[in-house]
Nanobody, 122 residues
Framework: QVQLVESGGGLVQAGGSLRLTCAASGRPISIYTMGWFRQSPGKEREFIST??????YYADSVKGRFTISRDNAKNTVYLQMNSLKPEDTAVYYCAAASGWKRGLARDEYDYWGQGTQVTVSS
């Protein structure tokens, strides 16, 4: 199995940028569909972005502002977040799904990190 650890969250002003990092260990991420989700208080965990078999998908709410990337040599996935808005405030989670899946739904994923808090002030 694979273990995932997120980092890079923090407090940023609206319009600012952050880059989240998901460091994987135990298995190579090259064999997984990798995704990012987020959860705000009182809301369900929602899909943000996924990388599956060299294809990327984004939620409409972040399209054009967020970019997912992966470095298989470092066994790491990134989420570059630009033009941040207060509504982006949430705990952000990295996830891995065995095999190639579209990766848009939470139940497709087998492994989750502990999350990293992102707070965007207005």
């Amino acid at each position: 199995q694979v273990q995932l650890v997120e980092s890079g969250g923090g407090l940023v002003q609206a319009g600012g940028s952050l880059r989240l990092t998901c460091a994987a260990s135990g298995r190579p991420i090259s064999i997984y569909t990798m995704g990012w989700f987020r959860q705000s208080p009182g809301k369900e965990r929602e899909f943000i972005s996924t990388w599956s078999d060299a294809r990327t998908y984004y939620a409409d709410s972040v399209k054009g502002r967020f970019t997912i990337s992966r470095d298989n040599a470092k066994n790491t996935v990134y989420l570059q977040m630009n033009s941040l808005k207060p509504e982006d405030t949430a705990v952000y989670y990295c996830a891995a799904a065995s095999g190639w899946k579209r990766g848009l739904a939470r139940d497709e994923y087998d492994y989750w990190g502990q999350g990293t808090q992102v707070t965007v002030s207005s």
